[in-house]
């Protein structure tokens, strides 16, 4: 059974950092793309950043400079570094591993940033 769970999350003041990690069990990632996307209540879940199977990097222009995603392929776990945390980026954050055609999801961690 492959199992995704995220942890880190927590609550911060503005300008504070965080790091959360995506661990993975029951399937080996390191051909999979892996990803990082976050939710507000009453809001769709919006993309946050992804990284491929070689190391390739993609963030939302909302985090770009400020949020740095990495995996550790060995480990099965991928992170995200958040410094600079604006209350805008109050969600709840979920990872995502992809391997196409699977596609599997964690339960999510929630960040809170107050001003």
């Known amino acids: 059974q492959v199992q995704l769970v995220e942890s880190g999350g927590g609550s911060v003041e503005a300008g504070g950092s965080l790091r959360l990690s995506c661990a993975v069990s029951g399937y080996t990632t390191g051909r999979c793309a892996m990803s990082w996307h976050r939710q507000v209540p009453g809001l769709e879940r919006e993309f946050v950043s992804s990284?491929?199977?070689?190391?390739?990097?993609n963030y939302a222009d909302s985090v770009k400079g400020r949020f740095t995603v990495a995996r550790d392929n060995a480990k099965n776990t991928m992170y995200l570094q958040m410094n600079s945390l604006k209350p805008e980026d109050t969600a709840m954050y979920y990872c995502?591993?992809?391997?196409?055609?699977?596609?599997?999801w964690g339960q999510g961690t929630q960040v809170t940033v107050s001003a």
């Open positions: 990284i491929g199977s070689g190391g390739s990097t």
């Open positions: 995502n591993l992809i391997c196409p055609p699977l596609s599997y």
